[in-house]
């Protein structure tokens, strides 16, 4: 008897583990690849501008690496650092570091990115992510969301440009930070922070 | 005419067996108070929600289940709070963390949705929440809404949308200056993009987690998953 307990037992067991197991596990709503590493070398990329011009990662980036940042034009909150985005680009740029924004938003035509960024002066070239591939790529799920890579396009900060979505909260200012330490040649002290932010809007 | 009398007898047996069966169940009722039960609830969602306790009671209305499950019980006897729709507390870190933390008392599985009136996928799956809300608060689900609006929007457009909704669920909106804190402590695997869905088991552990809009049905299976352990 005991014989004929012994399979139905084992694969009942078997079910329940798989079901907890299952029932436990997170999911996402994408089920998105986790971001790269930290210390990840990035491949080259090429996408389009807003005007179909297209250009690659490596040629865009400064001698001394670049600020991916994903934004939108209907966010909110990716609207709130427009100023701090085009202030930061300003600032870098002449350190050598160059900010790419990249839309992968599939409600927002390419048209608008360029009108949008016409419209909060953003300077910086921003790219169009059709299909959102980069995103997928760089598991990138929200607006705003910043990786840096150093010349040699390897991945050195993963996370917010701020702590507070107002000015006047910043108390942590890690990505500048990040970008300091970066140029003075010290490993990154803090990457990986989070904060709230729009979904990219994904092709379903 | 002859039969009349054994109608009336059969009648009266049924009748009386009808009887004996609701007796028996009404006795073997482990809290058979409504009251009590009433009291039960109050208290342990006092625990995390301030504002439900001083309510007057014409705030809430018994509901009953029996009706669609007969032989009923007591225990199928809950309150539901009949809050206006549009009522919005602000609460900070520590308030979070309150929410989150579960009462060895409660019993019921906690099902937190984070989201903001910018935030469209948001938008778009708060029907299904308000649903989902309506659905389940005879099983006996704790459902809090967590706004990340702004705190200038607590009084404008948070209380115009949940009206718009007529979400009727306790609704927070967390008023902090660092978000990473309050992420990190709701889940380490959340980067802080929204909606964020999480249901949390009579243990206060994880069951299911969507980042992102909803899909009604996954979430409604893993709800009864929840609600159908603890029948």
Sequence with gaps: ?204 | MKSIPGQVAISAVGLMIVLGASLAAFAQTPSASPAKTVNQILSVRGKYFDDLVPLPKKHYIPECCFCHKPPFSFNDWRLKPVRPPGEVREIDFEGLKKILQRDPKDTRPLLVNFWATWCDPCREEFPDLVKLDAEYTAKRLNFVAVSLDDISDIKTAVPRFLKEMKATMPVVLLNVNDPEPAIHAVDEKWDGQLPATFLYDKDGRVVFKYFGRIKPEELRSAIDKQVGSKQ
């Design chain 1, 1 to 204: 008897m005991k014989k004929n307990y012994a399979l139905p037992l084992f694969l009942a067991s078997i079910l329940i583990v798989a079901f907890a197991a299952v029932a436990g596990s997170g999911r996402n709503g994408s089920d998105l690849p986790a971001p790269p590493a930290i210390g990840t070398t990035l491949d080259d990329f090429k996408l389009p501008d807003a005007d179909g011009a297209e250009h690659s990662l490596k040629l865009l980036a400064g001698k001394n690496g670049a600020v991916i940042i994903f934004v939108a034009t209907k966010c909110p909150v990716s609207n709130a650092y427009n100023d701090r985005m085009e202030k930061l680009a300003q600032d870098y740029k002449a350190k050598g570091i160059n900010v790419i924004g990249i839309n992968s938003n599939n409600t927002e035509p390419a048209p608008e990115v360029k009108s949008h960024a016409g419209e909060k002066h953003l300077t910086f070239t921003i790219l169009k992510d059709d299909g959102n591939k980069i995103a997928d790529r760089l598991g990138a799920t929200k607006t705003p969301e910043v990786y840096v890579t150093d010349a040699n396009l390897k991945l050195v900060y993963h996370g917010r440009i701020d702590n507070s979505q107002k000015i006047e909260g910043i108390t942590s200012n890690d990505l500048r930070e990040a970008l300091d330490e970066m140029l003075a040649g010290k490993p990154i002290s803090k990457t990986g922070g989070a904060a709230f932010g729009c979904t990219i809007k994904r092709v379903s």
